[in-house]
C-alpha cells in the first residue's frame, strides 16, 4: 500500500485484468459510502487534494488511452463484474457512479442496469453516444 499523504491511503486493485485504484481517507476506513470513478479518454484520475478529509472511498479505473479513437471503445471487459461483486462483498455500503466523456458512456450503461445498486449517478459527458453492441435502441417504425 502506498502512502500518498496522510490523508488518504492509495492501493492498486488487480481484478481479472483490470486496474482500479482505490483512494481510502484516513478518517473514513470503516465508511459505508463508496464512488466509482469512471475516466474519459483521456484517462485522467481523480484530484484528489494532499489534505482530502472526505469519508468517501474512491475506486477509479486505470485505463491506457488505446487505439486510433479511444474515445469510442467500449466498456472495459470485466467491469460490470468487478461492480457486481464489489457490491455483494459490501452490502451495507452505499455506492456512488461518476463517469466523464467516454467513462460517462460506460457509466450509462453501468446506471441503466437494474442489477447494480447505486444511491446516485453522475454524468459529465459530451461523448455519451453508447458504442455497446449489446444494446438495441428503438427505432422509429411507421
Not at 494532499?50 to 479511444?70: D, F, M, Q
Request: hydrophobic share 40%; with cysteine; aromatic share 10%.
Amino acid at each position: 500500500m502506498d502512502h500518498a499523504s496522510e490523508a488518504y491511503f492509495v492501493e492498486n486493485v488487480r481484478w481479472h485484468g483490470l486496474i482500479i485504484e482505490k483512494y481510502t481517507p484516513v478518517c473514513a476506513a470503516d465508511s459505508s459510502e463508496a464512488m466509482l470513478y469512471l475516466p474519459s479518454a483521456s484517462c485522467e484520475r481523480p484530484s484528489v487534494p494532499s489534505h482530502w478529509r472526505g469519508r468517501v472511498i474512491v475506486y477509479a479505473l486505470r485505463c491506457e488511452n488505446t487505439g486510433a479513437k479511444p474515445w469510442r471503445n467500449d466498456i472495459p471487459p470485466k467491469l460490470r463484474e468487478w461492480v457486481v461483486e464489489a457490491q455483494l462483498e459490501n452490502p451495507r455500503i452505499q455506492w456512488s457512479l461518476y463517469g466523464g466523456s467516454r467513462g460517462g458512456a460506460w457509466a450509462a450503461i453501468l446506471g441503466a442496469d437494474a442489477s447494480l445498486a447505486w444511491s446516485r449517478v453522475l454524468l459529465v459527458a459530451p461523448y455519451v453516444a453508447v458504442s455497446y453492441t449489446h444494446l438495441t435502441l428503438p427505432t422509429n417504425r411507421e
